[in-house]
Structure formats: C-alpha cells, structure tokens
C-alpha cells in the first residue's frame, strides 16, 4: 500500500519556544521527541491497515472486504487548545480531501462519528495515551468505498513546553474500494444503514444515502437488492 499525503507539524512547536530560557535545549529535545513518538504511531497505523486489508473478509477478519487501496492520508499535529474536537476536524479535513464524489452530508456525518468518538476516549482525565480505530463505508460516485482510520492522541504533561503544546497527534485514514463481487447487499445494508442513523440525518438525506447505495450495487449486477 503507497500512502498518501503525509503532514507534520509537531516540530514546529520549536519555534514558539522562549529563545531565553535556561531548559531551552531540553525543550527541544522533547519536542523531538514528541514528534518521533507520534511518526511511530502513524507508521504502527499504517501498518496495521495494511494488515486489515489484505485479511478483510477472512475467516479471522469479518469486515468489509476491499479490492484495491485508492488513496489515503498521513498527518501528525501539535494542539495548544483542549478541545478533542482537534483532531476530528483535521480527519474530516482529510475525508474531504480525497472522498470528492461523496455528498457533504456523508463525510461530515463520518467526521462528526469520529469526533465523537475520540471524545469519548478523551472524556476519562486520566487518559492521557488514546487511540481509536475505526472504519466506515459510503457510496461515491458508481463505487462503494471502505476509510478506515486510526487516531491517536497523547496529553503533554512537561510544564515547559505545555504553554505551547498540550497533546500531540497522529491519524491515518485510508480509502478504499470495496470488492462488491464479495459483499452480499443485505451485509453492506446492514452496516450502512447503522453509520447513517448514527449520524442523525434528516429523513430524507438517510433515505437519499440509502436508494444511492442500491444503484451503485444494481449497476454492477452483484446481486438482486430488492431481495
């Protein structure tokens, strides 16, 4: 798998540092160390996509199965701010990014799902190393598509540098193209329609969402989606 755009700004922090100060060096020392840390963590990331793409669908791996890795997204982040919601926006950033043939209203339910799920993790104070793992599916354009996702968030407790840095950051998403030929309807339907309540969509948008997933599915003939 050839991953995509990859962006870090963890050692940028550097700058914002007194110039002044007597730990300076050491400062920048676990600045560094920071943005290491969290470059682990994506490559972990990517690695363990990699591994659940080639298992999908598997005896052992029961998710959606996919056919070919269309394009994906790497970044590390620095935050000053506490809100979780961070990192969320930086996701669906990405999803909007590179999921051009889906509707606004599907990547921003997706963006608000993973939101709310690091916020979840997040809600315990003594939390201070999280990771989610998570994938969703969604119609674009005449294909199906599977963005699987990794996040990690850590809180920055050296007081030396928590003026300007207090979490630091890494996700991975991943798009890819669902292999139709091995997904009963009634299968994506199932998991589908649960995303999209999850996102709380106007009736209408469910409804839209749902009839452009069973054109997609009737146009390649896989099986018969009234059944």
């Not at 659940?52 to 269309?70: C, F, H, K, Q, Y």
């Not at 309807?185 to 409804?207: D, G, K, P, V, W």
Request: a negative charge; aromatic letters at 8%; one cysteine or more.
């Amino acid at each position: 798998m050839t991953m995509g755009v990859h962006v870090g700004a963890i050692r940028s922090v550097v700058q914002q540092l007194d110039p002044s100060s007597q730990a300076l060096e050491e400062q920048q020392q676990l600045v560094e160390t920071l943005a290491r840390l969290a470059e682990s963590k994506a490559e972990f990331f990517e690695l363990q996509i990699r591994t659940s793409m080639r298992t999908a669908g598997g005896s052992e791996n029961d998710t959606i199965p996919v056919e070919a890795v269309l394009d994906s997204v790497t970044e590390t982040h620095a935050y000053s701010g506490k809100s979780s919601a961070n990192i969320g926006d930086s996701v669906t950033r990405a999803l909007k990014s590179f999921c051009g043939g889906s509707k606004d209203e599907i990547i921003n339910g997706v963006g608000t799902l993973i939101t709310d799920g690091l916020s979840t993790f997040l809600g315990d104070a003594s939390a201070s190393d999280t990771t989610m793992q998570r994938y969703y599916v969604m119609a674009e354009g005449f294909s199906i598509v599977r963005i699987d996702l990794c996040a990690w968030q850590f809180n920055v407790d050296a007081k030396g540098i928590q003026g300007a840095v207090e979490k630091v950051g890494a996700f991975v998403a991943v798009k890819s193209a669902v292999d139709l030929s091995k997904v009963r309807f009634n299968t994506f339907l199932n998991i589908y329609a649960r995303q999209l309540e999850s996102m709380q969509l106007e009736s209408q948008a469910l409804e839209t969402a749902l009839e452009e997933a069973k054109r997609v599915f009737h146009s390649f003939g896989t099986e018969d989606v009234t059944a």
